[in-house]
C-alpha cells in the first residue's frame, strides 16, 4: 500500500468492473535482478479483459518459467466453460510459451477438487462446490500438472476460506505445477498460511529447491578476515599472487 509500496515487479490484470475481480503476479526485489534481462526478464504474455486471468514468464528460451494467476467464477454455472478446454485459463496455459515452459497456476478456484476438501455441514456430494471441478481436473491433467499441496498432503483435511455463513470452510486456493517435478523431489515445503490470511482466503505457501544442489554441511565457509591484519600472511599471499601472474599465459580469444 501507500504506506509500504512494493519494491519489486509487480504485474496486475484488472477487471472493468472496478468493485471486483482482479489477478496479480508479484516478484519480490531479491530476486528481480536474477530472473533475466531483455528478452529473459518477466513479462505479462496474457492478460484477459474481465480480470480473472494473467500469465507471467521469463528465462531462456529452451528453460522458460510461467506463472499463472487466476480467479475462477463464485457463480458455479460459469465455471465449467472457464475451465474447459476452449475457456479463459487454457487460453492463458497456450499463451507465449505454451506448454513448454514450466508451469505454475495459482489462485481462487471457487471450487474443491473432492468432497474431501469441504469441512463442516455441506451439501453430500460437495454440491455447488464441486461444479468446474472435473474441468479443471481435466485441464492440469492435459498439461501434466498437479494440486502441489495435496500432493505433499495426501490425507489431511485442510480450508483457504469460510463461508460467508461460517458453516462450512473449504480448500478453494490451489497452486499446480509439473507433476514431474513433485516426483523428482523439487517441493521442500508446501502449506496454508493459515495464521495470518491475505483477506479471506489463506494463501498456499510453496518452496522449490533443486534436488541436485549440493547439500550444505553444518556451516558456511567465510574468510578469517583477521588474517589481513597478519603481515606474514599478506606475504605469502602476495608473493603466491605474484608467481600465479607470472605463471599464467594469457591466450587471446579467436
Known amino acids: 500500500g501507500p504506506g509500504?509500496?512494493?519494491q519489486g515487479l509487480g504485474f496486475?490484470?484488472?477487471?472493468?468492473?472496478?468493485?471486483?475481480?482482479?489477478?496479480?503476479?508479484?516478484?519480490?526485489?531479491?530476486?528481480?535482478?536474477s530472473m533475466g534481462k531483455g528478452t529473459q526478464a518477466p513479462t505479462a504474455v496474457f492478460s484477459a479483459a474481465d480480470g480473472r486471468v494473467i500469465r507471467v514468464e521469463w528465462?531462456?528460451?529452451?528453460?522458460?518459467?510461467?506463472?499463472?494467476?487466476?480467479?475462477?467464477?463464485?457463480?458455479?454455472?460459469?465455471?465449467?466453460?472457464?475451465?474447459?478446454?476452449?475457456?479463459?485459463?487454457?487460453?492463458?496455459?497456450?499463451?507465449?510459451a505454451g506448454a513448454t515452459a514450466h508451469l505454475f497456476v495459482g489462485g481462487d478456484f471457487n471450487c474443491v477438487m473432492e468432497p474431501r476438501d469441504i469441512i463442516g455441514h455441506h451439501t453430500q456430494g460437495?454440491?455447488?462446490?464441486?461444479?468446474?471441478?472435473?474441468?479443471?481436473?481435466?485441464?492440469?491433467?492435459?498439461?501434466?500438472?498437479?494440486?502441489?499441496?495435496?500432493?505433499?498432503?495426501?490425507?489431511?483435511?485442510?480450508?483457504?476460506?469460510?463461508?460467508?455463513t461460517n458453516t462450512s470452510h473449504a480448500r478453494l486456493d490451489m497452486l499446480f505445477m509439473p507433476f514431474c517435478l513433485l516426483q523428482?523431489?523439487?517441493?521442500?515445503?508446501?502449506?496454508?498460511?493459515?495464521?495470518?490470511?491475505?483477506?479471506?482466503?489463506?494463501p498456499v505457501v510453496l518452496k522449490l529447491t533443486n534436488p541436485g544442489t549440493p547439500k550444505e554441511g553444518p556451516g558456511v565457509w567465510h574468510f578469517p578476515l583477521p588474517l589481513l591484519q597478519d603481515?606474514?600472511?599478506?606475504?605469502?599471499?602476495?608473493?603466491?599472487?605474484?608467481?600465479f601472474q607470472h605463471q599464467w599465459h594469457h591466450t587471446p580469444s579467436a
Not at 15 to 28: K, P, Y
Not at 63 to 72: L, T
Not at 134 to 162: I, K
Not at 231 to 243: P, V
Request: proline share 4%; aromatic share 8%.
Open 231 to 243: 603481515s606474514a600472511f599478506m606475504g605469502q599471499l602476495r608473493a603466491s599472487l605474484i608467481t
Open 59 to 96: 528465462g531462456p528460451t529452451t528453460q522458460r518459467v510461467a506463472v499463472i494467476s487466476a480467479y475462477a467464477p463464485c457463480t458455479a454455472a460459469e465455471r465449467p466453460a472457464f475451465f474447459n478446454s476452449s475457456g479463459m485459463l487454457a487460453t492463458a496455459l497456450l499463451a507465449g
Open 126 to 164: 460437495g454440491g455447488n462446490r464441486m461444479v468446474g471441478s472435473q474441468e479443471l481436473q481435466d485441464l492440469m491433467g492435459a498439461y501434466g500438472l498437479a494440486d502441489a499441496w495435496r500432493y505433499v498432503h495426501p490425507f489431511t483435511h485442510e480450508a483457504t476460506h469460510a463461508a460467508t
Open 184 to 202: 523428482n523431489g523439487w517441493v521442500t515445503h508446501c502449506s496454508h498460511h493459515l495464521l495470518f490470511p491475505v483477506g479471506d482466503h489463506a
Open 4 to 6: 509500504r509500496p512494493w
Open 12 to 33: 496486475w490484470g484488472h477487471s472493468e468492473n472496478q468493485r471486483s475481480r482482479g489477478v496479480a503476479v508479484l516478484i519480490h526485489h531479491k530476486h528481480r535482478d
